[in-house]
């Protein structure tokens, strides 16, 4: 459905972040991408939304296709209407706008105002407690449902693929597993393709179908979840497990012992 | 009634009709920088513009209803233009260079205006008589009256078009945050262009019954110079603010005028709003309906 050939990011003309993105999202199912704090993650995500531009960055090197067309170097608001969106990290949404509004202020894209109120309606039966909130003003919704009205203001431009960067950011475990479950079923029954970049890595590949890691602007490794959690370097540096599988206590752990593999 | 009561009446009726008038003015600045986040210290100089084309429209035996289209084409081509090739490329920058961009603009006007169109003061004729309109005890010119019904229905209508339209609310949005508006799907671009449009809409408005008033010469760009006690009264990017704000702003001035003038010898209508609009943001820097940033802790 979208896939990234060896892409090349550079800001400012003169910084390289990312170094040769490969991904490939598959139609339908979860791809997560993990990585430590400054690996590239949200670049690669703004890459292929095109809002790069915004922040004077720019594809240098490779190509992002969606579907058959070739979308890098497009700018944003056209990407997103030809079905890809991005929600962004740390939910993001117009702090003065009501509920509701946000929610049109998404479906821009649509072409009359029935399109708009379908979509409001569909966002509204996957995630009710946004309806409760309609015509409350969003800056002052609660954090768990201000990254549900993120990801439902994207819906409204009926994506084929969603970006989705870090949902878990600063929300209680419980509205994780809450956000995750409902991200979970709007795959399976919309037919969507998400793109999931993640620091909780144990929730991103539980969800997901096929994961990659990401270091320095590097894919480091990539493969089916169910292996990628079951890999012991992910499971030291990123779920926090030893070998045994049982957590891993901080004061055991002895960075300088063990390197990680993949670093050559 | 008594007397007193009575010229307290006529001074209030006055000021908020004068008011509201300003008020049309702070519109086109409120627009622009809701949307666009510019502050445009040229607004005055846009009706002062306007003006001259009215009255140039005029000279040339063009009816009242023509020169009033032509008017509001050439403001909307005009900002349109200003915007595309002055401002665009400020998009990004620190906004003291917008700020020093549009007071650029605003001396070219001021010098090229009657250069182009000529310094002397011009007399703009409306269809609307001199007989004074009674409103209870008082009265009012009849241009204060229809200055006053235009600034409402713009304020009707743009209330209208950012609540309930999904244009508005999409403007709206740009102004809240550019990126993500980007990324729902919303040309940012064109929205800017579509601000400065309507800004221009209304100095084009503003300019035909101000001129109308005052009559036209450079002097007319001075109106401009109320709008930022209006807007710092009522909130930089509140349009019911900058309702509000004319409305008080128009209403002390007059009061001002009537009440003290007399003891000091006159000129207190010029300073009073400014003396008002520094009280105000020592105590509610963002007006009385200006969006404050909500702060999670």
Do not use: C
């Not at chain 2, 300019?207 to 930089?236: C, E």
């Amino acid at each position: 459905m979208l896939s990234i050939n060896n892409v090349e990011v550079v800001y400012d003309r003169v910084i390289l972040v990312l170094k040769g993105v490969s991904i490939d999202v598959g139609e339908g199912s979860i791809t997560t991408l993990l990585g430590a704090n400054g690996a590239g993650k949200t670049t690669t995500l703004k890459a292929i939304s095109g809002v790069l531009r915004s922040e004077r960055g720019e594809v240098t090197k490779g190509t992002v296709q969606l579907g058959e067309r070739r979308i890098d170097g497009m700018r944003a608001h056209d990407v997103t209407r030809l079905g890809l969106v991005q929600v962004f990290e740390g939910r993001r949404v117009f702090e003065n706008l009501t509920t509701e509004e946000n929610l049109i202020a998404g479906g821009h894209v649509q072409k009359d105002g029935r399109g708009v109120k379908q979509g409001i309606d569909m966002v509204y039966t996957y995630f009710p407690r946004l309806k409760e909130r309609r015509h409350q003003q969003s800056g002052y919704l609660s954090g768990g449902e201000q990254q549900m009205l993120a990801i439902g203001r994207a819906l409204m431009s009926r994506p084929k693929v969603v970006l989705l960067d870090e949902p878990s950011l600063g929300l209680a475990p419980m509205l994780v597993e809450e956000i995750f479950a409902i991200v979970d079923r709007l795959v399976r029954q919309e037919k969507l393709s998400v793109l999931l970049v993640e620091q909780n890595a144990t929730m991103a590949l539980a969800v997901a179908d096929h994961g990659y890691v990401m270091e320095n602007g590097r894919i480091v490794l990539e493969g089916p979840a169910d292996k990628l959690r079951d890999n012991s370097d992910i499971k030291e540096f990123y779920l926090g497990l030893n070998e045994g599988g049982a957590r891993k206590s901080y004061r055991d752990t002895k960075h300088y012992k063990r390197r990680k593999r993949w670093l050559s | 009634m008594s007397e007193d009561l009575e010229f307290a009446f006529a001074l209030v009726l006055s000021g908020a009709s004068i008011g509201l008038m300003y008020s049309l003015i702070a519109l086109g600045f409120v627009l622009v920088y809701k949307a666009t986040d510019a502050i445009n210290f040229a607004q005055g100089e846009f009706v002062m513009l306007a003006g001259l084309i009215v009255v140039t429209a005029l000279g040339f035996e063009a009816p009242l209803i023509a020169a009033v289209v032509v008017v509001v084409l050439a403001m909307i081509g005009f900002s349109f233009g200003l915007e595309k090739v002055v401002l665009r490329p400020l998009l990004g920058r620190p906004v003291v260079a917008v700020i020093m961009a549009t007071i650029g603009v605003a001396a070219v006007l001021r010098g090229w205006g009657p250069l182009i169109f000529g310094i002397e003061t011009r007399n703009l004729p409306l269809p609307i008589g001199d007989e004074p309109i009674a409103i209870g005890p008082a009265s009012l010119p009849p241009i204060q009256v229809v200055g006053a019904a235009v600034a409402l229905l713009f304020f009707v209508v743009f209330n209208w078009f950012f609540k309930k339209s999904r244009m508005g609310v999409a403007m709206r949005a740009v102004a809240d945050n550019q990126q993500v508006a980007q990324a729902m799907g919303i040309n940012v671009e064109r929205y800017f262009a579509l601000a400065w449009a309507m800004a221009g809409i209304v100095s084009a408005l503003g300019g035909v019954v101000w001129g109308s008033m005052l009559g036209v010469d450079v002097q007319l760009a001075l109106v401009g110079l109320k709008v930022f006690p209006v807007v710092i009264l009522g909130g930089l990017d509140s349009i019911g603010g900058a309702l509000v704000g004319g409305l008080i702003i128009g209403i002390v001035e007059s009061l001002a005028a009537g009440y003290l003038d007399p003891y000091v010898g006159g000129g207190t209508k010029d300073f009073a709003p400014y003396v008002l609009m520094i009280l105000v943001l020592m105590v509610r820097p963002y007006g009385i309906f200006g969006r404050r940033q909500i702060e999670r802790v």
